[in-house]
């Protein structure tokens, strides 16, 4: 079960301790003056049986401090019941334990001696200490219930351990990192419960340490995805100030570090595709300026040179920025999805690539019915279908033929493939070709202007649009590239999903 | 002497034509390579004078290719130049502790580039390296600093200068090998156990201290901003 640690409370301990002392006191109290006033040994037996008992309490609750405030109210009601019978003037046994409704007490009562009146006033102060003390308690209750329902279901893990490193008590979300059950692990070593080498090393260093200390580990978990731990621990501390163990707070930053790295990469790449062409642009300016253009073809081939790689850092540069409008949250809102005919969108998007595929010898043969309307922003849509065209015609053989066809789909969305007999993209490739950057033949793309940038602009056109993009390929079979988009319908459906 | 024989490890074709053009234009022979395996390949074959070697290679990275390289016997000595990207100095300090001599960074100057190549050159020529003379002294910036190993006496402008034993042999490890970097790490191998021990930051602040002492030369100590110190062979530096 999950609980708030015992040892982590000391405030607590504290509080009840002082409680009962206050309530112990009360009852040697009222057991003074019942005895006194009674005179009767039956009574001052009782009471002594109650302080006993509220002693007793005390020290268990001393020891399981998490109890201690149930303890304390039994106590309290213990106190109370006795003085109800010290005001009574009813000082037979039975004190010890609650009195039950119905009970029948066969003993003889014992005579009755009518109190002073300030033996009245006794019994009345400590009845309000009682009361006091009760309420304290039952506030008291309330708050260890709540801090206990919120160490349980807190979003960050937290793992208590003792000085042995036995677990103290660890919380769900703690114990879903680790892979462990919680009710099975408290009481064990860290070691024995959870195995994994860095938590054991982390809480190896922290028991060590003086003060605070965090660390980052990965977590094994048989059958489940490997995780990144960020760890802190506070060393714990009782009443006196004696340590005793540590509080470990965990947090999952796989994400964060998954991302991290994704950046850090996309920057790499970044930062090499520009570098490549700028370095071109200076090296050869550089050398012109150096050597002059006597020799009028080198220098003709440098400026082309140059040409080229300004041309290829702008078309970097347009694409990045292309694909960080895409993934601004706000632009996203601009897009306004009205339903168009797709044979629309395919016409235009393919006007401009005509003169290209001509001039290969390569034929765009269009296969869209009018009646196919996808609810879409239509600029977007044409950009990536017209990358996916320009694509098909970089890597078709001449006097090939493209084919743009349009489909319904199973799934009541609309399809435009585009079909090509190029040489086709090997297996381990076709899950990383909509990466930013990812190439399957450098040499070539450069080529070809390429930018490595085309598909992942197309796979965030289709994400932004509500639809998918798909690739189907076999080396020397040719490709097709399908991007699905919503209809109106499926669009109402995904909206009101 | 037959012609110097310089290989290019490098896969971007236009990068790679720009400093065969300058190499060749120095006079020295130029080969190509666009991998790290078939740099490997190639120097197996046919040992050159000099590899220039950009380090994001396809398929066995630069770094590696270095390592190999410095590792065996028959191609320890060849130079290594390294062509890397500004802001990758891990690479870099990488780079310099397995043995590359000299780097440059992406876009790099082709006249830079050349500067760099021909001192790797010049002190592979050089025997004992750092421009020792007949005594052992080392002279540098024509004269104005001289190093006397021997006597541990330095002289700046003909005169004397207090030097503690940490300062002396930093100075005298950078004048070895002067216009080359040497990282903090290499830095504090060398001068470890001469005099102290030294951490990273302290060499920071003994180069401080050194740097104070050299007075006008003060500025023949570089700081190779994120990969080390480096000693220039003039008290005014031209790039």
Same mark, same amino acid.
């Given at each position: ?50 302080? !006993? ?60 001696? *009518? ?30 219930? %709540? ?102 707070? !965990? ?9 991290? @790295? !994704? ?15 700028? @370095? ?55 897009? *306004?999805?009205? %339903?168009?005919? !797709? ?57 090939? @033929? ?44 450069? %080529? ?38 919503? @209809?109106? *319908? ?8 | ?13 236009? +990068? ?20 790290? $395996?078939?740099?490997?390949?190639? +120097? ?8 220039? /070697? ?5 398929? /066995? ?18 130079? +290594? ?65 001289? +190093?006397?190993?021997? $006597? ?10 207090? /030097? ?65 110190? $480096? ?9």
């Amino acid at each position: 079960m999950s609980g708030l640690p015992s040892r982590t409370e000391p405030w607590r301990v504290g509080v009840a301790a002082a409680a009962l002392q206050v309530a112990a006191g009360a009852v040697a109290w009222v057991c003074v003056a019942g005895a006194s006033l009674s005179g009767g040994r039956a009574g001052a037996i009782a009471f002594a049986g109650a302080a !006993l008992s509220a002693t007793a309490i005390l020290l268990f609750a001393r020891i399981r401090g998490r109890r201690a405030a149930a303890a304390a109210l039994l106590a309290a009601e213990l106190i109370e019941a006795s003085v109800d019978r010290a005001s009574a003037g009813h000082g037979a046994g039975g004190a010890i334990g609650r009195p039950h409704d119905g009970e029948i007490d066969e003993r003889p009562p014992a005579p009755r001696i *009518e109190a002073p009146a300030e033996v009245a006033v006794v019994v009345a102060s400590a009845r309000d200490a009682i009361e006091t003390i009760r309420t304290r308690l039952v506030e008291l209750e309330h708050l260890v219930r %709540e801090q206990q329902s919120i160490f349980a279901s807190m979003g960050a893990g937290l793992l208590a351990i003792d000085p042995e490193q036995r677990i103290l008590s660890v919380n769900r979300s703690a114990a879903s990192m680790l892979g462990v059950d919680p009710d099975r692990v408290r009481g064990k070593l860290v070691q024995q419960a959870a195995r994994h080498a860095g938590l054991n090393r982390f809480v190896g260093e922290a028991s060590a340490a003086e003060g605070p200390t965090d660390g980052e580990f990965v977590v094994e978990r048989s059958g489940q995805a490997r995780i990144t731990v960020q760890a802190a621990s506070e060393p714990l501390r009782d009443a006196a100030g004696e340590r005793s163990g540590l509080l470990i707070s !965990l947090s999952d930053v796989t994400q964060l570090r998954r991302l991290e @790295t !994704l950046r850090s990469d996309f920057a790499a790449n970044v930062s090499h595709e520009l570098r490549t062409p700028i @370095t071109n642009i200076k090296g050869y300016v550089e050398t012109m300026l150096q050597v002059g253009v006597d020799d009028r073809d080198q220098a003709m081939r440098f400026l082309e040179i140059v040409r080229r790689n300004a041309q290829q850092l702008g078309a970097i540069i347009e694409d990045l920025l292309a694909l960080a409008r895409l993934e601004q949250p706000g632009s996203r809102e601009a897009l *306004e999805p009205i %339903e168009t005919e !797709l044979r629309a969108i395919v016409d235009r998007a393919t006007e401009d690539l005509t003169p290209a595929a001509q001039a290969k010898g390569i034929v765009l043969r269009i296969e869209v019915p009018a009646s196919l309307r996808a609810c879409v922003t239509p600029s977007l849509v044409q950009q990536a279908i017209a990358n996916l065209v320009s694509n098909a015609i970089t890597y078709s053989p001449p006097q090939s @033929t493209v084919q743009i066809r349009g489909e319904e789909r199973p799934d009541g969305m609309v399809g435009v493939a585009v079909v090509d007999r190029g040489p086709g993209i090997a297996a381990h490739h076709l899950p990383r070709i909509f990466e930013r950057f990812y190439r399957i033949d450098r040499a070539r793309s450069r %080529e070809h202007g390429g930018t490595g940038l085309g598909l992942a602009i197309v796979k965030h056109i289709a994400q932004v649009q509500g639809g998918r993009v798909e690739v189907e390929s076999r080396l020397g079979a040719g490709s097709t590239f399908r991007l699905v988009l919503p @209809t109106v *319908e499926a669009a109402m459906a995904q909206v009101a999903g | 002497m037959a012609e110097t024989d310089v290989l290019i490890v490098e896969d971007e074709p236009e +990068i790679a034509e720009l400093i065969a053009f300058h190499v060749r234009r120095e006079g020295f022979a130029a080969r190509h390579v666009a991998s790290g $395996r078939a740099a490997l390949d190639r +120097i197996r074959d046919d040992i050159p004078d000099l590899v220039i /070697l950009d380090l994001m290679l396809p398929d /066995l990275d630069g770094l590696e290719v270095c390592r190999r390289l410095k590792q065996r016997a028959e191609t320890r000595h060849v130079p +290594i130049v390294m062509v890397t990207a500004k802001g990758e100095e891990s690479d870099i300090v990488a780079g310099i502790e397995l043995g590359a001599e000299d780097y440059v960074t992406k876009p790099f100057s082709p006249k830079v580039l050349m500067a760099r190549i021909k001192n790797v050159l010049r002190r592979r020529d050089e025997p004992g390296g750092g421009g020792a003379d007949a005594e052992g002294k080392l002279q540098l910036s024509g004269g104005a600093l001289v +190093i006397d190993p021997a $006597r541990h006496v330095v002289r700046v402008n003909g005169e004397h200068i207090e /030097l503690t034993l940490t300062e002396f042999g930093l100075l005298l490890f950078l004048a070895q090998r002067p216009g080359f970097v040497r990282t903090r790490d290499q830095i504090i191998s060398a001068v470890h156990g001469k005099s102290t021990v030294l951490s990273s930051r302290t060499v920071d602040v003994h180069i401080t201290a050194l740097r104070r002492k050299l007075g006008e030369l003060a500025g023949m100590i570089e700081t190779v901003r994120g990969v080390g110190y $480096r000693l220039a062979e003039h008290a005014t530096i031209e790039e």
